[in-house]
């Protein structure tokens, strides 16, 4: 029989690795193979009491980071940066963790977090343009204009790319706020993914 938790600070019941059984065990297993991490995620975990609502995180999350669209790295910035726009620290140092692993230089990690704009970043000029559109979804997408769009596109970018890019963003909006309102977000100063290389 599957067993829940409530861990300090998080306001949902959690269900552990040991004790997931049928649809949840199999998604469990799913996020491994897409995260390529021995654990599973407490992010992913919120939603564990209901498989329903867990499999609509692993899908969204796996469909951007099992595609090709788009290079990891730049989806790692992408998340990461996106996370720090709407204030949720444990999924920066999370994806930042990510962008390191994946390519990202010390100096674009460190920016993230200090950064205020995407005009800050250290990314080439391709790039910016891209960063200012995704930038765009979390601190007003209606404001989002077709010169917006057409700038990025200028830059050579393809539609494919800049609506994965504006899907990515979108989705880690929905995942800060998750993780946010659960209380994960205040529960600890890093997540599990994050403390990696201090153990």
């Known amino acids: 029989m599957e067993t829940t938790t409530k861990q300090p600070g998080i306001r949902v019941p959690l269900i552990d690795e040991e004790h997931a059984e049928g649809r949840t065990a199999e998604l469990y297993e799913q996020i491994k193979a897409v995260t390529g991490l021995p654990f599973v995620p407490d992010m992913f975990r919120l939603t564990s009491t209901n498989p329903r609502l867990l499999e609509v995180v692993v899908a969204g999350y796996g469909g ?103 899907f990515c963003a979108s989705l880690f909006a929905f995942i800060n706020r998750l993780v946010d309102a659960t209380g994960l977000g205040t529960s600890t100063d890093r997540s599990r993914i994050a403390r990696q290389g201090d153990e």
């Open 64 to 166: 951007i980071f099992k595609g090709d669209t788009l290079p990891r790295d730049l989806k790692e910035l992408i998340s990461a940066w996106t996370s720090k726009l709407n204030g949720c620290p444990y999924c920066v140092g999370t994806h930042s963790w990510f962008l390191s692993e994946f390519g990202g230089s010390e100096e674009l990690v460190e920016a993230v977090s200090v950064a205020s704009t995407a005009e800050e970043l250290p990314v080439d000029e391709r790039t910016r343009p891209l960063m200012k559109l995704v930038e765009k979804v979390s601190t007003g997408a209606y404001k989002i204009t077709d010169a917006d769009w057409e700038r990025a596109a200028a830059a050579g970018w393809s539609d494919a790319e800049m609506l994965e890019a504006v």
